[in-house]
């Protein structure tokens, strides 16, 4: 199982909440003595660092290598030999040598005096008419697993770390991960994780290398190179990785000034809140004759009741569609808000000046015939840019098929649309076909929120909208369709806060540029246009579709269904072989069938016929009914294990299920559907997709999106958890001299768990539980898998070399669904660490995260005579309540 939780501390860095601090409070990792060689490079415009200075840095910053020291004679080469010990390596120093084995300038493996001397000679004589500095000597690494660590920059990303195993992996297979810089703890456990030759790294039974160093490596790597922004590359080829550590053979550094910009875009983030919901809106090209854009823009905005004033302008008409036309827009009088803008290309300029001139703060230009068409449509675009840039007008487009939002009743779209209803979907798209084509036959299966073609985007792109749709209530899901993405960096840190709201699912279509990048260092040469764009989607959290019908068949599901809260699966099936489909796919994506309790097993049989399949996946054969799902359902809603169902209809009777279906109470739990060959039965289809039901073609693709509902659940929920944790105040404390780290607890912590409850006294447990209390597998899995937005559940560990890692005491703050803002407080610490204030520390940190997360009261109770607990309450200064023959309640207002 990946790791879902980071459980790193204040200590660490926590690279991805680029708000919290500047990076100026850090301490560097990089002394500023070392930081010297890397500008003494740059001032004397080197593009590379040696392998003897880059390993110097990097021995400076705590990165094992075999070594730097350089000899300027036989002697001294021996000498260092000696003092480090045979064998050893030597290697040309020499700036004009970047591949050193190809030029014949590396010697392993020197056993001897002899050897070393000989050694040294070769190198002298086959340099001899280059520039020689001198001859490295190092220890001889022994071997391990070859592996490749190196940064790139992507000129829209900025700096991007990369890892794979040495030799063919690289090579040959491309087996590479990447990541865009700085990366967090989570990012370099999937990292590793990611690469096909991961199972090397694991090795069979026990770790073939340590994967926690690795993971450090990877960490120290990232903070080096955010810190020295003159560091343009880096390769570190190879490094050799061992069961205990890792060792870097060969360091290579490429330096520059580093450039101004990189990652600055050119829109500002003011809120588009009114560009969406606009009081006013000016037609500049209405028309009444049907077939023209600008009839169909106008005709769209008047059918669908935009709620606010319209302005056809048009200087040959009086009235467009019985509305009064305006020469100009100049001659309107009262403000104008936004303006679409679909008149000939050549008269886009002037329209946009007087849109300036009147004060218009947006500009959707429907017009075609700019960037997308040629040089002289390229001249025209950066014309409107300069004369908006002087006013602060936004514009959308140029060449976009405008904006939908069914909220408020506005449709700009060029093609003619009908009725669409109210929905939840926002959709960003760099085609105008997504609000036009392909928008009026998916209205038929899923409802819009708001639909933003962005065309050229000059001035307003993706990521400003967005930002915005992360930000409107009304819009639950993000689907995106993109071609290209602008300001990379900003994208991925806009779309990694999003995620943590909202899905976003984005379709991007590869369209390779690597052939445009000046490629120096190996690491370059691997980051495909496409690897960087997974790399940051993967790390904001974006969910990416493979294709339109992928890109729809997840928007459908997270739109009409909640998120599954865990991964067991019911089937409910008429035929095996397409349960059998479903099953292969669930655990394929890392789901899994649930396994039903025994009484609910039974509750099962009696609601089938006796020849029917009583298992998961539940065959009901062809004679299932309707009802017969529904008291099925109705079972499975009970069951702790089943987190949703995959239900499998004939399509024939597909009619007969919407409204059965529809009358069933699920209880949180999602449900999607399988109907082979459904578009065949597309009326009722329709029908089933309407009533909330997502449908699809085959059970494979049914599990799968379960799967990515469920997995984003997981992510969205660990990335709340960091969050949390990085309020901790106080991470590592010690109790007995001993070393406690506090952290939140996590879905891996079952083991330790169970023995944390099994190791407590049945006093201990009565007083926390107030009943007799056990570890049951199901609890377990209960406890430890905490809704982050629900609960805060800390934890005390203790972890020293030769204790395995045990838990000390449990802490949770339990949000109260019923009262806003106030939560339950509760504690248990194990028997032999009671009254040693380590009680007082968690409670204290715990309240801290409460008042962090925003909650006004803590509550607790328990019992009037666990003295422990009630002074542990009245150091954190709780106040009482009140008190009846048992219990005593005790309040904590945060301010
Ligand atoms: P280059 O990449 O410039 O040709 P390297 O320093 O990477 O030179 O050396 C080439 C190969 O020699 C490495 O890939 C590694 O297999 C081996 N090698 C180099 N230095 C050592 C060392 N100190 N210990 C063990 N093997 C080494
Ligand atoms: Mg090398």
Same mark, same amino acid.
């Given at each position: 199982?990946?790791?879902?939780?980071?459980?790193?501390?204040?200590?660490?860095?926590?690279?991805?909440?680029?708000?919290?601090?500047?990076?100026?409070?850090?301490?560097?990792?990089?002394?500023?003595?070392?930081?010297?060689?890397?500008? %003494?490079?740059?001032?004397?415009?080197?593009?590379?660092?040696?392998?003897?200075?880059?390993?110097?840095?990097?021995?400076?910053?705590?990165?094992?290598?075999?070594?730097?020291?350089?000899?300027?004679?036989?002697?001294?080469?021996?000498?260092?030999?000696?003092?480090?010990?045979?064998?050893?390596?030597?290697?040309?120093?020499?700036?004009?040598?970047?591949?050193?084995?190809?030029?014949?300038?590396?010697?392993?493996?020197?056993?001897?005096?002899?050897?070393?001397?000989?050694?040294?000679?070769? *190198?002298?004589?086959?340099?001899? @008419?280059?520039?020689?500095?001198?001859?490295?000597?190092?220890?001889?690494?022994?071997?391990? *697993? $070859?592996?490749?660590?190196?940064?790139?920059?992507?000129?829209?990303?900025?700096?991007?770390?990369?890892?794979?195993?040495? &030799?063919?992996?690289?090579?040959?297979?491309?087996?590479?991960?990447?990541?865009?810089?700085?990366?967090?703890?989570?990012?370099?456990?999937?990292?590793?994780?990611?690469?096909?030759?991961?199972?090397?790294?694991? &090795?069979?039974?026990?770790?073939?290398?340590?994967?926690?160093?690795?993971?450090?490596?990877?960490?120290?790597?990232?903070?080096?190179?955010?810190?020295?922004?003159?560091?343009?590359?880096?390769?570190?080829?190879?490094?050799?990785?061992?069961?205990?550590?890792? *060792?870097?053979?060969?360091?290579?550094?490429?330096?520059?000034?580093?450039?101004?910009?990189?990652?600055?875009?050119?829109?500002?983030?003011?809120?588009?809140?009114?560009?969406?919901?606009?009081?006013?809106?000016?037609?500049?090209?209405?028309?009444?004759?049907?077939?023209?854009?600008? @009839?169909?823009?106008?005709?769209?905005?008047?059918?669908?009741?935009?709620?606010?004033?319209?302005?056809?302008?048009?200087?040959?008409? =009086?009235?467009?569609?019985?509305?009064?036309?305006?020469?100009?827009?100049?001659?309107?009088?009262?403000?104008?808000?936004?303006?679409?803008?679909?008149?000939?290309?050549?008269?886009?300029? %002037?329209?946009?000046?007087?849109?300036?001139?009147?004060?218009?703060?947006?500009?959707?230009?429907?017009?075609?015939?700019?960037?997308?068409?040629?040089?002289?449509?390229?001249?025209?675009?950066?014309?409107?840019?300069?004369?908006?840039?002087?006013?602060?007008?936004?514009?959308?487009?140029?060449?976009?098929?405008?904006?939908?939002?069914?909220?408020?009743?506005?449709?700009?779209?060029?093609?003619?649309?009908?009725?669409?209803?109210?929905?939840?979907?926002?959709?960003?798209?760099?085609?105008?076909?997504?609000?036009?084509?392909?928008?009026?036959?998916?209205?038929?299966?899923?409802?819009?929120?708001?639909?933003?073609?962005?065309?050229?985007?000059?001035?307003?792109?993706?990521?400003?909208?967005?930002?915005?749709?992360?930000?409107?209530?009304?819009?639950?899901?993000?689907?995106?369709?993109?071609?290209?993405?602008?300001?990379?960096?900003?994208?991925?840190?806009?779309?990694?806060?999003?995620?943590?709201?909202?899905?976003?699912?984005?379709?991007?279509?590869?369209?390779?540029?690597?052939?445009?990048?000046?490629?120096?260092?190996?690491?370059?040469?691997?980051?495909?246009?496409?690897?960087?764009?997974?790399?940051?989607?993967?790390?904001?959290?974006?969910?990416?579709?493979?294709?339109?019908?992928?890109?729809?068949?997840?928007?459908?599901?997270?739109?009409?269904?909640?998120?599954?809260?865990?991964?067991?699966?019911?089937?409910?099936?008429?035929?095996?072989?397409?349960?059998?489909?479903?099953?292969?796919?669930?655990?394929?994506? =890392?789901?899994?069938?649930?396994?039903?309790?025994?009484?609910?097993?039974?509750?099962?049989?009696?609601?089938?016929?006796?020849?029917?399949?009583?298992?998961?996946?539940?065959?009901?054969?062809?004679?299932?009914?309707?009802?017969?799902?529904?008291?099925?359902?109705?079972?499975?809603?009970?069951?702790? =294990?089943?987190?949703?169902?995959?239900?499998?209809?004939?399509? $024939?009777?597909?009619?007969?299920?919407?409204?059965?279906?529809?009358?069933?109470?699920?209880?949180?739990?999602?449900?999607?559907?399988?109907?082979?060959?459904?578009?065949?039965?597309?009326?009722?289809?329709?029908?089933?997709?309407?009533?909330?039901?997502?449908?699809?073609?085959?059970?494979?693709?049914?599990?799968?999106?379960?799967?990515?509902?469920?997995?984003?659940?997981?992510?969205?929920?660990?990335?709340?958890?960091?969050?949390?944790?990085?309020?901790?105040?106080?991470?590592?404390?010690?109790?007995?001299?001993?070393?406690?780290?506090?952290?939140?607890?996590?879905?891996?912590?079952?083991?330790?768990?169970?023995?944390?409850?099994?190791?407590?006294?049945?006093?201990?447990?009565?007083?926390?539980?107030?009943?007799?209390?056990?570890?049951?597998?199901?609890?377990?899995?209960?406890?430890?898998?905490?809704?982050?937005?629900?609960?805060?559940?800390?934890?005390?560990?203790?972890?020293?070399?030769?204790?395995?890692?045990?838990?000390?005491?449990?802490?949770?703050?339990?949000?109260?669904?019923?009262?806003?803002?106030?939560?339950?407080?509760?504690?248990?610490?194990?028997?032999?660490?009671?009254?040693?204030?380590?009680?007082?520390?968690?409670?204290? %940190?715990?309240?801290?995260?409460?008042?962090?997360?925003? @909650?006004?009261?803590?509550?607790?109770?328990?019992?009037?005579?666990?003295?422990?607990?009630?002074?542990?309450?009245?150091?954190?200064?709780?106040?009482?309540?009140?008190?009846?023959?048992?219990?005593?309640?005790?309040?904590?207002?945060?301010?």
């Amino acid at each position: 199982m990946k790791q879902t939780f980071s459980v790193s501390g204040k200590s660490k860095t926590a690279p991805n909440d680029t708000s919290d601090e500047s990076s100026s409070t850090r301490v560097k990792v990089l002394k500023d003595e070392l930081a010297e060689i890397i500008h %003494q490079a740059v001032r004397d415009n080197r593009s590379y660092l040696m392998e003897h200075e880059s390993k110097e840095i990097l021995e400076g910053i705590g990165i094992k290598t075999t070594g730097y020291l350089v000899a300027r004679s036989e002697d001294e080469a021996l000498a260092i030999s000696e003092k480090i010990g045979f064998p050893v390596v030597l290697k040309i120093v020499s700036p004009d040598v970047v591949h050193k084995t190809d030029a014949g300038g590396v010697k392993l493996n020197l056993a001897s005096a002899e050897n070393v001397r000989s050694a040294y000679r070769e *190198i002298l004589d086959t340099f001899k @008419y280059q520039h020689v500095e001198g001859v490295a000597v190092q220890r001889m690494a022994r071997s391990g *697993i $070859e592996a490749i660590i190196g940064v790139t920059r992507d000129p829209s990303f900025g700096p991007l770390i990369m890892f794979g195993l040495g &030799g063919v992996f690289v090579e040959v297979l491309r087996d590479v991960s990447f990541r865009i810089l700085p990366i967090t703890e989570n990012d370099a456990v999937g990292m590793i994780e990611e690469i096909r030759g991961y199972a090397l790294l694991k &090795g069979y039974r026990g770790h073939a290398v340590d994967l926690s160093a690795l993971q450090q490596l990877l960490i120290k790597i990232s903070q080096l190179v955010m810190e020295n922004p003159q560091i343009a590359e880096l390769d570190l080829n190879p490094l050799f990785l061992y069961p205990d550590g890792y *060792i870097t053979v060969d360091a290579r550094m490429f330096v520059s000034e580093p450039t101004v910009n990189e990652n600055k875009t050119q829109a500002g983030s003011d809120s588009l809140r009114d560009f969406f919901y606009p009081k006013s809106i000016a037609v500049i090209g209405a028309s009444d004759a049907p077939g023209k854009l600008g @009839y169909n823009v106008f005709r769209n905005l008047l059918n669908h009741h935009f709620p606010g004033k319209l302005y056809p302008i048009n200087p040959g008409k =009086d009235s467009v569609l019985g509305v009064k036309v305006y020469k100009s827009i100049l001659d309107v009088e009262e403000p104008i808000v936004l303006a679409i803008i679909i008149v000939p290309a050549k008269a886009v300029g %002037q329209a946009i000046e007087d849109c300036c001139a009147k004060g218009v703060r947006f500009a959707v230009v429907e017009a075609a015939g700019f960037a997308e068409s040629g040089e002289e449509g390229k001249q025209a675009q950066t014309r409107i840019g300069k004369i908006i840039h002087q006013t602060g007008c936004r514009v959308l487009g140029p060449n976009c098929s405008g904006v939908i939002n069914t909220h408020h009743n506005m449709v700009q779209s060029i093609g003619l649309l009908d009725d669409l209803k109210k929905g939840n979907v926002g959709m960003i798209a760099q085609a105008g076909v997504y609000a036009a084509g392909i928008l009026t036959g998916l209205s038929n299966v899923l409802d819009f929120g708001i639909v933003a073609t962005i065309g050229n985007k000059m001035d307003i792109n993706e990521t400003d909208i967005l930002e915005y749709l992360s930000d409107d209530d009304n819009i639950k899901v993000i689907v995106m369709y993109m071609e290209d993405i602008r300001s990379g960096k900003r994208f991925f840190e806009v779309a990694s806060r999003a995620a943590v709201r909202k899905p976003v699912i984005v379709l991007k279509s590869g369209r390779t540029e690597a052939g445009k990048k000046a490629v120096s260092s190996h690491t370059a040469s691997l980051a495909g246009n496409d690897e960087i764009n997974s790399a940051a989607f993967k790390q904001s959290g974006i969910i990416r579709a493979r294709d339109n019908e992928h890109l729809f068949a997840l928007s459908r599901a997270f739109s009409k269904q909640p998120v599954p809260k865990g991964n067991g699966v019911l089937v409910i099936t008429y035929t095996g072989s397409i349960g059998v489909a479903a099953t292969d796919m669930l655990y394929l994506s =890392d789901m899994r069938l649930a396994t039903l309790e025994p009484y609910f097993q039974k509750r099962l049989k009696n609601a089938l016929p006796d020849y029917a399949n009583v298992g998961n996946p539940i065959d009901c054969s062809f004679s299932m009914t309707p009802e017969q799902v529904k008291n099925l359902i109705e079972i499975g809603v009970e069951s702790n =294990d089943v987190h949703s169902f995959i239900v499998i209809i004939q399509g $024939e009777i597909l009619g007969s299920f919407v409204d059965v279906m529809k009358n069933i109470d699920y209880k949180g739990k999602p449900v999607v559907c399988c109907v082979a060959c459904k578009e065949f039965m597309i009326d009722d289809v329709v029908k089933m997709e309407q009533a909330g039901f997502p449908i699809y073609s085959t059970a494979e693709m049914a599990a799968e999106v379960l799967g990515r509902m469920y997995h984003y659940g997981v992510r969205r929920q660990s990335a709340i958890a960091d969050s949390i944790v990085r309020h901790l105040t106080k991470d590592k404390l010690s109790v007995d001299d001993l070393p406690v780290r506090l952290r939140l607890i996590n879905p891996k912590d079952i083991g330790l768990w169970t023995d944390f409850v099994n190791g407590c006294s049945e006093k201990s447990l009565w007083l926390r539980f107030l009943s007799p209390f056990s570890a049951t597998p199901e609890r377990a899995q209960r406890f430890c898998n905490v809704n982050p937005e629900e609960e805060i559940a800390l934890v005390a560990e203790m972890s020293t070399p030769d204790h395995l890692n045990k838990l000390l005491g449990i802490a949770r703050i339990i949000k109260n669904t019923r009262c806003e803002g106030e939560a339950e407080y509760a504690i248990i610490i194990s028997d032999p660490w009671q009254n040693k204030s380590l009680g007082i520390t968690l409670s204290e %940190q715990c309240i801290e995260l409460a008042k962090k997360e925003g @909650y006004k009261t803590i509550r607790a109770e328990t019992l009037q005579e666990n003295y422990a607990m009630i002074r542990i309450f009245r150091r954190c200064d709780f106040e009482f309540d009140g008190k009846d023959e048992s219990m005593v309640s005790m309040s904590l207002k945060l301010s």
